[in-house]
């Protein structure tokens, strides 16, 4: 140990004082009870309490092992686990036949926009053929790409950005996302009620025929039941006249 001497009486008691403590941490005296494993408080003017820039602490770090922690706060698992609304999944498990919806607007004068529905019908290692099943496209086969995409999410305190094909598996959707199409069959699956106005109606009217349309209820205790809510909002309508 090697302390710099100071003339001052009081930097003299201060400096003994720091010595004695020193001695104490090196010759394990703190606790003679302990089995070499001892905890020692720190005195308050030789703790950090604010990091200040954290940015700036990453990279003034000479620890590799630090350096390794931090990493390790966001691994690449991690990231690959987050789900964004509108944004693909990191894994996506396709094959042919399935069907699938866009999650981006790409040609709206061949109907590829956000919602539009397809059937996978070729498979490359960077590329898909997809033939849509709806709309005045009906038919038409189209190539779709990996995009990188950038989301935002105001429950995550970073951006990143993942390369992925836009679209999801849709052997389901939204009441929102049937609007503008009509089916032959419609299977409806309430957990829950619903919320919105309209949306019952949007629902049900989707199908082309009532042999085509089947409503699957439950109520608040999960069991099946045969009725729910429909939410209209009469001032709509009074507001028309």
């Known amino acids: 140990m090697r302390l710099q001497s100071i003339d001052s009486d009081i930097n003299k008691d201060e400096l003994k004082t720091f010595s004695k403590w020193i001695s104490i941490i090196g010759d394990e005296t703190i606790d003679s009870s302990n089995d070499g494993h001892a905890m020692i408080d720190i005195p308050d003017d030789l703790l950090i309490k ?34 964004c609304s509108g944004v693909p999944n990191h894994q996506l498990k396709l094959k042919i036949s399935i ?30 053929e997809g033939k849509l099943v709806l709309g005045s496209n009906v038919g038409f086969k189209v190539l779709i790409s990996r995009i990188t995409l950038t989301p935002w999410d105001p429950r995550l305190h970073f951006q990143f950005q993942r390369r992925q094909y836009h679209l999801v598996v849709s052997y389901a959707m939204t009441i929102n996302k049937s609007q503008d199409q009509f089916l032959s069959h419609v299977r409806l699956y309430l957990k829950q009620p619903i919320f919105n106005h309209g949306q019952l109606y949007v ?35 009074q507001n028309l006249d």
């Open 50 to 83: 604010d990091i200040g820039n954290s940015v700036a602490s990453i990279v003034n770090s000479t620890s590799d092992l630090d350096i390794d922690l931090i990493g390790d706060l966001y691994t690449p698992k991690f990231l690959n686990a987050i789900k």
């Open 203 to 237: 629902a049900v009217s989707k199908v082309t025929n009532r042999k085509g349309l089947k409503i699957l209820i439950y109520n608040k205790d999960g069991e099946p039941t045969n009725s729910t809510t429909n939410v209209v909002l009469k001032e709509v309508f």
């Open 99 to 128: 069907p699938i919806m866009l999650l981006r607007n790409v040609d709206h004068s061949s109907g590829l926009c956000n919602g539009t529905r397809l059937v996978i019908t070729r498979l490359g290692n960077h590329v898909l």
